[in-house]
Every structure is written in C-alpha cells, then in structure tokens.
C-alpha cells in the first residue's frame, strides 16, 4: 500500500499478512460499521481516527470480501473508494489484492509527453467484446502505425454496462464489465511491453446521479457553487480537506496500483475553488512529488474551457501546474474551414487567420468578445512551448455531440481527410488521434448510455433532443438508452486492410513517421512556426 | 470626462459645453428611454451603440437634471450609475457638473502606500452633524497625531440615513445626507491641502437588497454561486463584460472626479470569477494603467478573507495585483492574547506563537487546519513585504461585531491599550487606527440602518440575534434600526483633551512619530523582525 504523508486514504487496503485495513471518511457522523457480506457475514465497528476518518484493520479477508459501510445505522452502502464493484453500482464493494498481479513491465520507462502520439480509446466499443483484454491484440497495430500511447476514455464504475463513462459513481473501481481491476492490469502491462504508454480519463469535476451514495457519508457537495451537472464538489468550504484527498489520492491510485502514465482530467473548468491552494494545484503537487518519489515521469492533462494558461502554468506562479492541456480551439478553426456547416456549431470560427493563430499561438479566443459565449473570454497563450497543448481533429466529444456521431471521415472527403491529418500531424504540438480516425471510419461514434432510472434515461433523451434542437437540421438524434445506439458504435477494425481505408492508415503511418524522425516536425516552439496564408481557402505551414 | 480606452462609462456625463451624454447598458433590452422629469419634463429614447449600451446626447441639460431611465417601458429606475440619489435610492436620479468645483489641491503628491499612517471614519458617526463637511475642522488635528490617510468607510447611496454603507445600491452616487458630491469633494480637497490622503472603501461585491434596480436593466447576477448576501454578482458568465466594466469604471470614477487616492475593497473572496482573467485582476490591471497614464500613484487595497497569496501578487504571475491587503490574522493574535474571552469568537488564536508568526510571516494560518472553518486554510506568506499588508488592532468590522460594540478601550487596561498601540505601531505592517481609538473613546460602534422595508429590518434584527448566539453571553444586542443605536455610537471628540484620554493619545502621537522617524521603526522587511517569546506572557520585538 502506498502511504502517503499528505492525507489518509480511503478505501479497503488488503495488506501481504491477509490483514485488510478498512478505512472510510465520514466527519459527521457518531459511528460506523462494517458489513461484510461474504465469505462470511461480520459485522465490526470502525473506530474514529483523525480528521473524520474511521478505520478498522480485519484478520483474515481474502480478496474478493464483499462489504458494505453503514453509517450512523443508517442503512448499507457501497464504499465510496470501493476498488470494485462485481455486481454494478448497486451492490457490494470488494476487496482488491493487488499483491497478486505478476508485473512484467520492469523495463517500460514513461517517455516524456512531448514524444507522445496520443490514441483516444472507448473500451465498450473499441471492439465486439468490449474488455481490456479485447483491446490486446490490437496494440501491435497501433503501435505499427507509431502509435506510443493510448488515452482510456473514463473506466470508474458506471451505472449499468453501456456509457462514455463521465457519469461514473466509482471513482477508484475499474469498471466490472470492462474486466475489473485485473482486466486493466492485463492491458496496462501487455502496453507496456508493446511501447505504450495508458493516460486515464478522470472525472473529479462531479460524479453521475445513479449509484451516487456520496452524501450518506460525508458532505461532498456544496451549495456555494453550480455546474453543468447540479451541485458542484466541494473543494473549498467546511469539510473540504477530504474531498480534496480522496480526489488527490484517486490520482496517486490509478499510478501506484495500475501502473497508468497520465491522466487527463475532464472539464476541469467545473472544479471550483476560490481558497488560497486550488484543489487543481493541489493535485499537481501532490503527483509532482509522488512521481519524484516514484522516479518516473507522471503526466497530467487537463480539459479545460476556460482558454487560462494558469491552467499550464508552473503551481510557483499560482498556476495549476497541469503538463498540458487540450487546445480546443486548434479543432475548432481547422473543422470550420474544412466543414462550412460547423459554423452552426461553432459560430465564432471560421477563417484561416484564426487557424494560423491557433499554430502560432495557441488560443483563438485571447480576450475577445466570443458571440456564443456573450463575453469577452480567455486570456493569450503565446509564448507558451507547443508541448503542454495536445491537438486533434476529432474527439470524442466532438463526434459524439453532431446528432448523429458523425466522423470526420462522413463529412469530409478523402482529400480533405489527408490535409486534416497533415494538419494535425504537422502542427507544434502534441497530436491525438480518436479511434478509428487512422483508417477513417464511418461507424459513428453516438452517446449512448444503460441507465436503471427511467427517470434519469428520459431526462437524458430530452436533453440530448434540446442539444441538437438548434443545429444539425430535423429529426431526433438517436436514443441514447437504445442498444443498438451503442452497437452501432462499435468499430470495424477489419477495413483497415482495405482500398481507401488502408490508403488513410498509410498516410497516418506516414505523417507520423515523418513526426517522429524529423527534428523540423517534431518542433514545440510555436514561435517558430509560420503560417503563410495564401488566401481565404490556400495556407502553408 | 474621462474616456476609457477599455470600456464604455454608464452613467450621465455632463461636458463644458452644456451638453450631456446619458449610457446606460441593458444589453438584453430593446428600448431605453430617458425620462427627465425636471426642471423640464421630457422623454428622450435612447440610441442602441455598442457591447449592449444605450445612448443619447442632451443639449441644454443642466445640473441637477432629475432623470430615471425606461427599459423596453416597464417602468421608470434611477440610473445604476447615477453620481447623485438626492432624495434617496427610490428617488430620481441626477446629473452633477464635476467641472464647477474648484480643486485646490495642484500641490498634493499621493505618498507612496508604505508611508501612510491610516485612520478608518465612519462619516455618519465621525461627528454629530454627520457630513463631509464637518469633518473638515477635526484633519488639523489628526494630523497633528502623524495621521496622514484618512480611509472612508463606503460612503456610496444607501438606503435611509443611517448605514455602516456596505449595503449600498448606487455605487456611484455619493451619500445625499453626507454631504453629495460636492461635500466628498470639499472634504478630499481640504485633507490634500493638510497633507492627508483619502482612501475610499467600495463594495465590489455584492448589492444592498433595498433601492436594487439592477435587474431592471441587466444580467447583473448570476445563479452559478452564492454569497453571503444572496446572488453573487455575475463577473464571468454570459454578459459579464458590462459588469466588469461597470465595477472598474467605477474605481476610476473616484479617482478622476474625486482625486481619491486609494481604494479599499470590500470582501473580494465574495467575488468570484473563474474565468481567464479574474475581474480583480482587471481592475487592478485597468487601475495601474490609468494611475501611469495620470502619472500619480493610486492604491488599491483588499480586504481579503482567502490568507492567499494570490490576491498581492503580481498580475504577471497570476495575482491579482492589489498594493495590499488587511491582515486579520494580526488583529486576531494579538487581540486573543490581550483579552483571552475573544477566543469565543477567534477559537484558532491563542498563543505567543501565532503573534510571532503574524510579525514575521503575516498569515498566521498557512494552510493548516482551522476549527472554525472546518478545513486546512491559507498559503503562507513568508517572503512577502510587509508594506503589501494593512495592520490593525481594532476596525469597524472587529468592534461592530462584539455584542454591544464594545471597544479595546472597554475591554483592555491602559496598560493593555499602550502595549497594543506599540504592538501595530512598530510593526512590519501598514497601520491603521479605527476612529476614536486614538485616544481610547469608550462610546460604542454599532450595527446600525435605517431601512424602509420591514420585512429587511426584521431580517436584520434577526441575523444579529443569531449572529451573537453564541458568544458573549445573554441578552439581545441593540437593535440596529432603532436611531439610538446609531447615537450612541457618535464619537464624543472633546474627551481627547482630558486625562487617561489625552495620556493615549500622546503615546500614539509618540509612536507615530517614533515609527516615522527612525528607520528600523520603518520596517517592512519581515524577515529582518525578530520576535522573541520570552514566555507565554512576555515578549519582545
């Protein structure tokens, strides 16, 4: 077990000896118990420590214990640091050993990130099976193609077995469907050996409305503050010391336990502190000196919509200290010009001059007045290496939000698919490539989701038909709940090996093998990139 | 007038040659009308211009033109940027000739913030008549005791007549009943030719709930986070740009019709913001820009509740660029220490250790855990000059907040109230005197309002019960409507020249000088201060 000197954690920790230290955080409450439901139901109180934690250290818990914590008598929950939850959102936590995994990835080192060609992966539907261990036999592919990291879209235990996985409850639990905590072992080290590196989609900005049994143990939202998603986390009121720690000692978990690379953390605009040290900084630190500990490079990426470079900036300076972040706006200018029907979408986009900005600079939107936002919005990034940017031309999001999950490779032609990879490939920062974009893909990429509540699934179908009531023309966009929703998003790998599939993947193959050994292309200094643009519809880099 | 190159200036302007130019910004409406209903009634529509303002030029418009403004025809308002509410904040607003007083003040040089010696006034309560004016006869002698910054508390339109003046609704306007405009002018102009500076306090964060006219006009607040005083005001959502350059043009506004030299910000934590660049950082960054182009020194002062380092850096390294900010941490140790039932209320102070801290760090809560907020608090501030803090033993706030308004004078010996003296004065810090401490005045400063809603007034009757529930013992504090409390709480300035009073206030008058004569009295290198605690009870500088 790592042991931190900043905070307890939280969570079931089954020590060599077969003793299982129970710990759980709940500042407000007089008592709470135990409950193992199997191999043998027990019951045994925990005892209070310091700062709100209560703990209790049991004899004889072979992994796979199920259990529960009972608050102030007040009913049977899941552990909110649960490792896994074997029977979904609902049900039991179980105890994890994770002495037993056989590690054989003693000679992988983390490159730095600015050597990173960055895959984003959607486990459910990478492939047919949809598990860690489908995803295997496919790494000699990606890595042939060059290939040296995939980024795993959110793998903490969500409801039900179909979603992005942004709305999970399970922060610490490697989702049961995908294959458990020994599934993401499995792919994590077969990465390794393959060359690879695995960042980790996170999500510390909100936890999803099913199986969200956070406010039984301790007060984890704040009224101070709104998001998107409803209450926000509490990072900076009364209380708040231990949702910082149990979001800071997720990170350190992911890395001690999983051997993971990177994270990216989602949407970081709506993790909102106003107090002395953001829980962002917070975070940062606390990886920078674990990974100093640990003697391995340790990324951290941030989504942010915020076009802050505080964000990327040294935690010495007030920033938050993230090693990049995704530059939106780089996919934003290129996909407008490309396709002239984005504009619906992303009305303050459309001319080369803000593309060239976008390479020389970074941010588009610097401080100016940006018409879908009604407000003046961001602040200038140049100067700013290129390497704490990562790029795209599509992402997840960006495909999953057109109504019907388009890809680049339904709304642009062949040629303009090859300028976009180009684009991407060739520009000062570091690239990422959303599966199945190498070889172009039609399936689309759809929300889609399995929720219990019917409630909850209404509320989402509405919400997805008043997303797209604006753009995109008429009809309804699929049904997120349908099943055939998320089969149709499930890739067609075997086109790779064929005619104008193959052409794309060779011409990914190519650019970035031209990345990778060419001093010029392989250039993070913003500054010395030029963009001559020749007209409104000719440009050179 | 002053033309910003930044933003437009709301509000009526009124120029040499007669002719006035009325702004207003209501960026949702689709009309605006003037309604000028003396000394000639007529009614004038506005002209759409620019970023959601509305404008219209008015020949032969002369002073005191009584005026209310009429959004798409709901309804006549008073102006949000009226200079002038002379019947009140229900009442109409008027257009003031700043061209017609006659400055005699081309002499003054606003001294650097490291040389100042402040003095905090409460206008209404400074004399019996309660007006700028009759402040006048008593600068001679404060500056006679070394005093040479007076810090007005808000003195911007409230409602009724009596009000500390932090729930003031015309941030523009100055108070009728203290005199107007031309009363603060009178007042500025005669501390310059005395050789004292004017720091003004405004509130930047939140609006009074009586005389609010805000929402008739524009999307000034925000649901996305809450203050203590309800609806934060909206700095960084859709149409935050008006609100933005509403509060900065309104710093400037003192600064350029008033020759205020300072500004003192109230309760900045409650202004949130998290966008690229944070409102404060605006209008300090906006501020400098103006102070170099008037080539004068300005001071802008925070009153801050974060312990953040942030809010006196450098806007360069992300700070929000204030000169300085209050120390309360200060105030907090020493006062504990002086007078031990004060842990009641400051239940983290307490010990020799933390008066050490405060002298030669500044935040004496760093970023460990405080009871009093449940959670770890602050970053240190170590390093950090000592003229970037404002120091004090008592202010409004401190001793408004006791039960009965209770002074060190009433809770201390003189012996106690010599050491305390001492104890801010040959400090590393900015000192400031609260009115009457000087020479020990006994009479009380209270809470007190003189609101029309009674509904309001039985709120607040109700927030002081709960606020002193628990501390200070029984009974009710005194009620802050009843015009008594407001009285009671005049300083009776005679008493400075008898006894006990005068003996005080001759060591003041003798620290002053010692601190502003010699050197090492003059220190704001904290980190040269040494703090010997002999024992729990002695100590030396």
Redesign the interface.
């Known amino acids: 077990m790592y042991k931190s000197t900043h905070h307890a954690i939280a969570g079931a920790h089954l020590h060599a000896d077969g003793k299982c230290l129970f710990r759980i955080w709940a500042p407000l409450k007089q008592t709470v118990a135990l409950h193992i439901v199997s191999p043998e139901e027990r019951r045994i109180p925990l005892t209070r420590s310091t700062?709100g934690y209560f703990e209790t250290e049991v004899a004889d818990c072979p992994a796979a214990t199920h259990y529960y914590f009972n608050p102030d008598g007040e009913g049977d929950f899941p552990d909110p640091a649960s490792h896994f939850q074997p029977e979904g959102v609902h049900g039991p936590s179980a105890v994890v050993d994770h002495g037993t995994f056989t590690w054989s990835d003693q000679a992988w080192e983390n490159p730095a990130l600015s050597e990173l060609i960055l895959y984003e992966l959607h486990v459910g539907t990478f492939t047919e099976a949809g598990t860690f261990d489908a995803i295997i036999p496919y790494l000699e592919d990606l890595a042939a193609m060059g290939i040296n990291a995939i980024e795993l879209m959110p793998v903490a235990q969500f409801p039900g077995h179909r979603n992005w996985g942004y709305d999970g409850t399970f922060p610490y639990a490697v989702h049961a469907s995908y294959g458990g905590p020994d599934g993401l072992k499995r792919l994590v080290d077969a990465c390794h050996r393959r060359g690879i590196a695995v960042i980790l989609d996170v999500v510390y900005n909100h936890l999803g409305p099913e199986g969200n049994y956070f406010n039984a143990f301790a007060p984890y939202f704040t009224?101070?503050?709104?998001t998107p998603w409803g209450s926000a986390l509490n990072f900076?009121?009364?209380?708040?010391?231990g949702v910082r720690d149990y979001f800071t000692a997720n990170a350190i978990h992911w890395f001690h336990h999983y051997h993971i690379d990177g994270l990216r953390l989602d949407a970081i605009?709506a993790i909102?502190d106003?107090?002395?040290?953001h829980a962002l900084q917070y975070i940062n630190e606390v990886v920078a000196s674990y990974a100093q500990q640990a003697r391995k490079p340790l990324h951290l990426i941030a989504e942010s919509d915020?076009?802050?470079?505080?964000v990327i900036?040294s935690t010495k300076?007030?920033?938050y200290g993230f090693d990049a972040q995704w530059l939106d706006d780089f996919h934003h200018a290129l996909f407008v010009l490309l396709y002239p029907v984005g504009k619906e979408q992303y009305e303050d986009f459309g001319t080369l001059a803000q593309l060239a900005k976008a390479y020389t600079e970074g941010f588009v939107h610097s401080?100016e007045?940006v018409s879908a936002?009604?407000?003046?919005?961001?602040?200038s990034s140049a100067g700013i290496p290129g390497f704490k940017f990562v790029a795209f031309i599509q992402n997840h999001d960006q495909v999953g939000n057109h109504k019907n999950g388009e890809r680049l490779s339904v709304l642009l032609s062949g040629a303009q698919l090859r300028i976009a990879a180009a684009a991407l490939l060739l520009s000062p920062y570091i690239p990422m490539l959303f599966m199945g974009e190498e070889y172009g893909e039609e399936r689309p990429f759809l929300y889609f989701t399995s929720h219990d509540d019917p409630q909850l699934v209404e509320q989402i179908r509405e919400g997805r038909r008043q997303e797209f009531a604006h753009f995109f023309g008429d009809g309804e966009p699929p049904d997120p709940q349908d099943e055939k929703t998320f089969k149709a998003s499930i890739l067609d790998w075997p086109k790779r090996g064929q005619g104008k599939y193959q052409q794309l993947l060779m011409w990914y193959q190519r650019l970035i093998h031209l990345r990778r050994t060419h001093t010029a292309l392989h250039n993070f200094n913003k500054t010395g990139t030029e963009v001559d643009v020749l007209s409104e519809s000719a440009w050179s880099l």
Not at 223 to 226: H, L, M, N, P, S
Not at 236 to 241: A, H, T
Not at 274 to 277: D, H, L
Not at 306 to 310: I, M, T
């Open positions: 700062d009224d101070a503050y709104r900076d009121g009364p209380w708040s010391d605009h909102i106003t107090g002395a040290t915020l076009n802050a470079p505080r900036q300076t007030n920033g401080g007045y936002r009604q407000r003046k919005y961001g602040a």
